[in-house]
């Protein structure tokens, strides 16, 4: 199993990134994807999640109306599209993979970092 990010890089407060994670090595198309960042100094928190059939999406407040998360299924990739970046944005961003049947099951990437800085 892997999950590789890319796109991370620095940007200018107000600049766009777009993250991508693409999956091998399991059924993609019937996990749900997140994204997850950890600034420095704090816990590890979710930023984005899409569902596997339906692909609704879910974001943490701080992020809603910027952040844009959508998946690739025949790709195995999943993308974070990253608008009006600010400051606070600055972290290690990470994806994840989870699915609850049949078995419980979860993976992460190595992580990319993104800097948000003038």
């Known amino acids: 199993v892997q999950l590789v990010e890319s796109g991370g890089g620095l940007v200018q407060p107000g600049g766009s990134l777009r993250l991508s994670c693409a999956a091998s090595?399991?059924?993609?198309?019937?996990?749900?994807m997140s994204w997850y960042r950890q600034a420095s100094g704090k816990e590890r928190e979710l930023v984005a999640g899409?569902?596997?059939?339906?692909?609704?999406?879910d974001y943490a407040d701080s992020v809603k109306d910027r952040f844009t998360i959508s998946r690739d299924n025949a790709k195995n990739t999943v993308y974070l599209q990253m608008n009006s970046l600010k400051p606070e944005d600055t972290a290690v961003y990470y994806c994840?993979?989870?699915?609850?049947?049949?078995?419980?099951?979860?993976?992460w990437g190595q992580g990319t970092q993104v800097t948000v800085s003038s």
């Open positions: 899409i569902s596997s059939v339906s692909g609704s999406t």
């Open positions: 090595g399991f059924t993609f198309g019937t996990y749900r």
């Open positions: 994840k993979a989870s699915r609850w049947n049949p078995s419980r099951r979860e993976y």
